[in-house]
């Protein structure tokens, strides 16, 4: 993690220079680190989103060829080719965050390691807190908590884990994973659960003008399906005529 969380650590070390505060610096951190993730998170929502519009083709295709997997996986292809859809683009975005996320944990967890002409800062105080390189034992784990379970939650309704065969599994994750943050903070340095809740608080904030994105895309999809229906009627009563006049 280090190759990540030592540009992150002189970044970091960047914005406290212009800052003088070490809790601030974290923030704007934060803040920049989302900002750059943001056309990744759009891309999720587009590839969420294309993957619901032709589910029901994909569905019809199994049911088709439910017992030659061969034909199966070549006609997929070929509707993924005539949509441009591409089924790995939803989970790029999850590959690339990941090594980041791991970085800046790596990074906050242990300042020192990473940015030792800057360390001192990291036992600043900031607001409540008297020094951010000590655990914050509850307001902080708690705030760290919430943020991620309504983070969580609504990237669920985004990406659509909250349905299918995963919906189980994904609705443990849903109150298990924000226990584990609480629980987790409350023992790490009061700078890593300061980045974590504002990330998560920045998240959610994101997550509703991803909604917006949504919708959007929703309504333009069920705008081309309107438009391939009436075209298919308007097909099937010119063959109707053709007929007739024969």
């Avoid at 990744?40 to 997997?69: C, F, H, P, W």
């Avoid at 996320?101 to 906050?108: N, P, V």
């Avoid at 036992?123 to 309504?150: C, M, S, V």
Wanted: net charge positive; proline share 5%; glycine share 6%.
């Amino acid at each position: 993690m280090g190759i990540i969380a030592k540009p992150l650590g002189y970044l970091l070390m960047w914005i406290y220079g212009l800052i003088g505060n070490y809790g601030v610096s974290l923030i704007v951190l934060t803040a920049i680190v989302k900002i750059c993730l943001y056309p990744l998170y759009i891309k999720q929502v587009k590839s969420t989103a294309g993957m619901q519009n032709i589910s029901e083709k994909t569905q019809e295709i199994q049911r088709k060829y439910a017992d030659d997997k061969v034909k199966q996986q070549q006609a997929l292809q070929d509707l993924y080719q005539q949509e441009n859809f591409n089924p790995m683009a939803g989970c790029l975005p999850m590959l690339i965050q990941f090594p980041i996320i791991m970085g800046l944990f790596a990074l906050l967890r242990n300042p020192m390691q990473y940015m030792p002409n800057g360390m001192f800062a990291a036992h600043e105080p900031f607001l409540w807190i008297n020094d951010l390189a000590q655990p914050d034992r509850w307001i902080l784990p708690i705030a760290a908590g919430a943020a991620t379970f309504f983070a969580f939650s609504m990237t669920q309704n985004l990406t659509g884990a909250d349905m299918g065969q995963a919906k189980s599994m994904n609705m443990i994750m849903k109150y298990f994973f924000p226990l584990s943050i609480l629980w987790l903070a409350r023992s790490y340095p009061a700078g890593l659960a300061l980045y974590w809740a504002c990330g998560q608080f920045i998240q959610i904030f994101l997550n509703l003008h991803m909604n917006t994105v949504r919708k959007k895309i929703q309504e333009e999809q069920e705008h081309k399906k309107l438009v391939e229906r009436a075209e298919k009627e308007l097909i099937k009563k010119k063959r109707a005529r053709m007929k007739g006049n024969q």
